[in-house]
């Protein structure tokens, strides 16, 4: 069985294959309509269309409640996680005797384990993680070629629970063509196919005491992953599949690639321009850390509810990368202040409650894989630059900051948008663009905001409503008044 593979965000074969080939998608009519989709998940008014723009300089530094919609919560102190080697070769009494010590210094509670096929992972092993209260969730990535027989799989499936297993991910990607044998990606209905095979598994994992976790798709993907799962829970309503979709959990790669961790924040009522396969300019989609606004979304349209959430792979930005960007360490520090953090007042940027844990990328790999530069160990348990400085955060080492010049530092001190807000609400005008004084007075009217030119008087109000639209201002205005605490609004209007 092949090992987990990373797959790179922009491969330009399948983005010309996307464009131009009408075999690279199922047929027309396994897929949902976009326009459909777009307007039953994020309906929004258009005048004034109102996007709550994240912070995206650290969102660990801001008060978040959990969502009160997730059916299952999560306790914030245990949702991080890991994913183990992407083999299935490190399974000995030696491998537990290594990394359990690893493991419980770097304060994970939950660990990502690829599952044989054809074989349980050792009982020793599985009992030793959850016996040190490492929650093991088991990938089971069954090709999609051929049949399974139920009857091994029950077996093993009662033997992971047995032994301390809980959670279970059954088959991986399936939205991905090079998941499908032959000419099966270009037969008709895509979807109901895969869960001819998702289902049965499932129900055996339930039946054995395991939740059944809905594989994740890759984020975009050859069919487009919120398509696909929009379709799959449609199905699942329509075939009556209510037990199974009360006791599952989705699973959702949050890849961050090269963009900030809040891209995409919000979902699609927050980004309602944004259409699968096409993202356009100025828009955000799904794909990066805040995924799972977007299946959350999905799930409340389709089912009324959210379902739980594991996140994984999280962190990875790129395939075959001989260097990581440099701050991987870091955003993977800033995800955890994100999961961590006690909920507040402002819903902005919150991770919801029904997220479960966070299982970032890669514990550790073979020296000669094309993997080991995301490795944050050794193979002899030593730390690499992201495993030590996660170690760093965990204990509460002292973080090296960097100096700045001394005319940098005067001249952030006395940025008047570090002013404290004062404000409730500010109608920010751009210089020379005049616009229609009537529909300005029925705004003010409307919100009793404060209006003006002021950028000042902009950043000290909680909320900022931008005249004209976002592309009327300069990107770093915006950027300042995010990183001031500004909640961004738009109003779309005229020149007159």
Not at 327 to 337: D, F, I, L, S, Y
Not at 400 to 405: I, L, N, Q
Request: hydrophobic share 45%; net charge negative; charged share 20%.
């Amino acid at each position: 069985m092949q090992a987990l593979h990373i797959p790179a965000y922009y491969d330009p074969d399948l983005a010309e294959t996307q464009d131009s080939s009408a075999q690279t998608f199922p047929e027309k009519e396994d897929m949902p309509e976009v326009r459909d989709e777009q307007a039953s998940i994020g309906e929004t008014s258009l005048q004034p269309l109102v996007v709550e723009l994240p912070k995206e300089e650290d969102p660990a530094d801001e008060d978040a409640p959990a969502d009160s919609l997730a059916p299952i919560q999560a306790e914030q102190s245990k949702r991080l996680g890991i994913h183990y080697f992407a083999d299935q070769e490190h399974y000995s009494q030696a491998d537990l005797d290594l990394w359990l010590p690893v493991l419980k210094e770097l304060g994970v509670n939950w660990i990502v384990l690829q599952a044989p096929v054809d074989r349980a992972v050792p009982q020793e092993f599985v009992e030793g993680l959850a016996a040190a209260e490492l929650q093991p969730i088991l990938h089971l990535n069954a090709p999609l070629a051929g049949e399974q027989r139920m009857e091994d799989f029950a077996a093993m499936f009662r033997a992971y629970a047995s032994w301390g297993g809980r959670h279970i991910i059954l088959f991986d990607r399936p939205n991905l063509r090079a998941q499908w044998p032959g000419q099966a990606w270009t037969q008709r209905d895509l979807v109901d196919r895969f869960l001819a095979k998702y289902v049965p598994l499932a129900h055996a994992a339930l039946e054995a005491g395991l939740t059944p976790v809905f594989p994740a798709l890759e984020p975009g993907g050859d069919y487009w992953d919120t398509a696909f799962l929009r379709s799959a829970l449609e199905s699942l309503v329509a075939k009556g599949e209510g037990l199974l979709l009360e006791s599952m959990a989705l699973g959702a790669y949050a890849w961050t690639e090269d963009r900030p961790m809040t891209w995409g924040a919000g979902g699609p009522e927050s980004w309602p321009a944004t259409m699968p396969y096409f993202t356009p300019e100025g828009s955000q989609d799904q794909r990066g850390f805040r995924i799972f606004d977007w299946y959350n979304a999905i799930a409340r349209t389709v089912l009324g509810n959210e379902l739980p959430i594991l996140i994984l792979a999280a962190g990875v930005q790129r395939e075959n990368t001989k260097q990581l960007d440099a701050n991987v360490g870091t955003r993977a520090v800033k995800m955890a202040e994100t999961l961590l953090r006690p909920a507040g007042a402002d819903k902005n940027n919150a991770v919801p409650a029904n997220v479960l844990a966070c299982n970032f990328w890669l514990l550790s790999a073979d020296p000669q894989s094309m993997l080991a530069n995301t490795a944050w160990f050794a193979l002899n348990g030593k730390a690499t630059k992201v495993g030590r400085e996660w170690q760093d955060w965990h204990q509460g080492a002292p973080k090296a900051k960097s100096v700045k010049p001394t005319g940098e530092v005067a001249a952030e001190a006395a940025s008047p948008l570090d002013a404290p807000q004062a404000l409730s609400h500010y109608l920010l005008l751009p210089n020379g663009v005049e616009y229609p004084v009537d529909a300005i007075r029925d705004f003010l009217q409307a919100t009793n905001a404060t209006v003006g030119t002021s950028t000042v008087e902009a950043a000290r109000a909680a909320r900022v409503t931008l005249a004209g639209g976002m592309e009327a201002f300069a990107d770093d205005l915006i950027r300042k008044l995010i990183q001031a605490g500004c909640t961004l609004n738009y109003l779309a209007l005229d020149a007159a």
